[in-house]
């Protein structure tokens, strides 16, 4: 079947810089028909109707996606019939009625299901969950702010596309009271964001906001990568010196730091063993796009900058010649010389590649 989340964050990469955009717009529309009560699934076949593999985070990617697909091509009609899709989630998680989250008083979004893998960390065998990450997951939280504000920003630059011709003066006003009440929303988690999540003792961001969860992952990255970011200033960049410090791995990002004991440095052995590393330490290279975009972000008027984001990708031009030719892979091994695992080539390595090389290196003054 299709995927939902990789698909999504495939399509900057494969699609929109390499100006492919019919075909952008028709992943876009096939994703939006699959989301559901604010979930997309993750494994997408077209003889089950259920979801197979539920992926809370997928939806909110869409957002980001959206948005990205519509400042580069300005196209009003694929956006004007996407806006409902957008506004079904929105209303979704407002109302409480996405399976296995809850969106809290505080405004942040919770991870209440500890057997079903809601966010991207979905490694599983059996009934066993590697990492279910119940509670405020850090980059959950910044797709969910960075939807609020996508959501917002669509309001204002095409408000034509949440009106109908049948649509009442009282239906216009209470959707005008609902952008206000989200937008005040967003407000309020981005003042609030860095003080929930920050770890003082790593000068980093928590994984899952928990003064008992002191793991670092390359989640965070999130935080201060997206079209809105929730996180900026001088924590965004003690926060990114870390991840640099603890994670970086080459081609890639450990998902989760040698430190921690429950890091697992070879992705190896039988299904347990192997699932049980995937996300406790293995390298994901994916992770340089996020990575190279908020580096960029924060550290663009400052000398080197570009320098040090052309360095960041020599690993991975070396990498061509491995494996499989041309391509890159899924994941590494945590420990060096960090040894290419998984699928050879894989979607979203690839294109985060591609999209991170072409705005943050060949246009960075742009």
């Not at 966010?119 to 609020?148: D, F």
Request: a negative charge; glycine letters at 6%.
């Amino acid at each position: 079947g299709s995927w939902g989340r990789d698909s999504l964050i495939s399509l900057p990469g494969l699609l929109l810089k390499t100006k492919r955009y019919r075909d952008a717009a028709d992943v876009l529309r096939f994703m939006g028909e699959n989301i559901r009560n604010g979930l997309l699934k993750n494994q997408i076949f077209p003889d089950q109707k259920d979801v197979i593999s539920e992926a809370a985070d997928g939806a909110l990617w869409y957002f980001e996606i959206l948005y990205r697909y519509y400042m580069e091509t300005k196209d009003h009609e694929t956006l004007c019939n996407l806006i409902p899709v957008l506004s079904a989630v929105i209303s979704a998680y407002r109302a409480n009625v996405v399976r296995g989250m809850k969106l809290q008083e505080d405004g942040f979004l919770a991870v209440t299901d500890a057997f079903c893998p809601m966010t991207w960390m979905s490694a599983s065998v059996g009934n066993w969950v590697v990492t279910p990450r119940l509670g405020i997951a850090v980059e959950m939280n910044a797709l969910w702010y960075n939807a609020l504000r996508i959501y917002s920003f669509f309001y204002s630059d095409e408000p034509a596309a949440f009106q109908t011709v049948s649509d009442s003066i009282a239906e216009i006003d209470a959707r005008a009271e609902s952008i206000a009440e989200i937008d005040a929303m967003a407000d309020g988690l981005q003042t609030v964001f860095p003080e929930v999540f920050w770890n003082e003792k790593k000068q980093c961001l928590l994984d899952i906001a928990s003064p008992q969860d002191a793991k670092v992952r390359p989640n965070q990255i999130l935080a201060m990568s997206l079209s809105f970011p929730v996180l900026s200033g001088d924590k965004a960049r003690k926060a990114l010196n870390t991840v640099y410090r603890l994670l970086y791995a080459g081609i890639g990002f450990c998902s989760l730091s040698k430190d921690d004991d429950q890091y697992r440095g070879q992705y190896m052995g039988d299904a347990y063993a192997r699932e049980g590393a995937m996300h406790q330490g293995t390298v994901w290279p994916w992770f340089i796009g996020p990575f190279a975009s908020a580096w960029h972000k924060i550290h663009k008027d400052e000398p080197g900058t570009k320098d040090f984001l052309e360095r960041l990708f020599l690993p991975l031009e070396d990498h061509l010649s491995d494996a499989c030719i041309g391509h890159i892979s899924e994941i590494a091994d945590g420990n060096f010389p960090h040894e290419c695992r998984g699928c050879t080539s894989k979607a979203w390595s690839v294109a985060e590649a591609v999209r991170a090389y072409v705005e943050d290196v060949l246009n960075f003054d742009a």
